[in-house]
């Protein structure tokens, strides 16, 4: 039988590499800054520092190795503390992208499949 609970449902294609990043919560001055650890043309699991406001967005600077920065606008969705030091998990979904940004995140996410036979 199997495990409902472990079944990936999504569908999207995902981007699993070294991926830094810069959060500033709206209204707020301060950098918080981690790495992505799954990231999807909709939005990114990441590890941070510290809570953020649930529901708050947030300007994102994502930088992959080797790539151009891309700037997003992220509402926060989900967070858990994983770790004693206050280390978090944080979820959040993508609500505004600039065309050049929404293109860099697109060519990261989708599967380079040149070397494949059709």
Do not use: W
């Amino acid at each position: 039988m199997v495990d409902e609970r472990k079944v990936e449902r999504r569908t999207a294609s995902r981007y699993r590499g070294e991926v830094m990043l810069g959060l500033e919560v709206l209204g707020g001055d301060v950098l918080v800054e981690g790495h992505v650890e799954d990231l999807s043309k909709g939005g990114l699991r990441a590890v941070v520092p510290s809570l953020l406001p649930e529901g708050g967005r947030a300007f994102a600077v994502i930088t992959p190795s080797g790539e151009l920065p891309i700037v997003a606008m992220i509402e926060v969705v989900a967070q858990t503390i994983i770790a004693a030091d206050g280390t978090v998990e944080l979820r959040a979904v993508f609500v505004e992208l600039s065309p050049p940004n929404r293109d860099r995140l697109r060519r990261l996410c989708t599967p380079d499949t040149s070397g494949l036979a059709s």
